[in-house]
């Protein structure tokens, strides 16, 4: 009788064990999921303001103010890119420079809130950004 009840603690513990190892599989999954694909995290849509002051943060280092004024020239930025997609017909090629104007003015204007310590760091992040969209651009050309 002991041995039968030995036997089912026993089945009960390895049922157990598999059910916490799959638990834990499933979860390390996802976060290296999460991590490989940046655009599924729960962040706001890539490149979104949101978005762009974390990486900002977590890549430069801001101060509170640096933040609120980054966040309001984001929020200028798109107002701008808005109205460049209004005033162009999505097929008309040539939005291209006036979003680089506006992308650069952009950029400009945060350079000007960086510390020097900051703005290496950020310099590394915006050509990181440009190389990325670079290679998105050539995917695109070669669907």
Known sequence: ????????SKARIIVVTVFVIGF???????NLYQQLNPSSKNNGPRG????LIKRLNDEVGLKS?????????????QEKY???RKEMEPAVKGFEPKF???RE????????????EQLPKYEEMVNKHDRMREQ???????K
């Open 65 to 77: 103010d640096q933040q609120d004024q980054i966040k309001q020239i984001l929020d200028e930025t």
């Open 105 to 116: 003015e952009s950029r400009n204007r945060i350079r000007a809130l960086l510390t020097p």
């Open 82 to 84: 808005r109205a460049v």
């Open 1 to 8: 009788m002991e041995s039968s009840t030995n036997s089912r």
């Open 48 to 51: 979104g303001p949101e978005y």
């Open 24 to 30: 834990a599989a499933g979860a390390l999954s996802l």
């Open 136 to 142: 998105e651009r050539e995917r695109s050309k070669n």
């Open 100 to 102: 680089n104007a506006v």
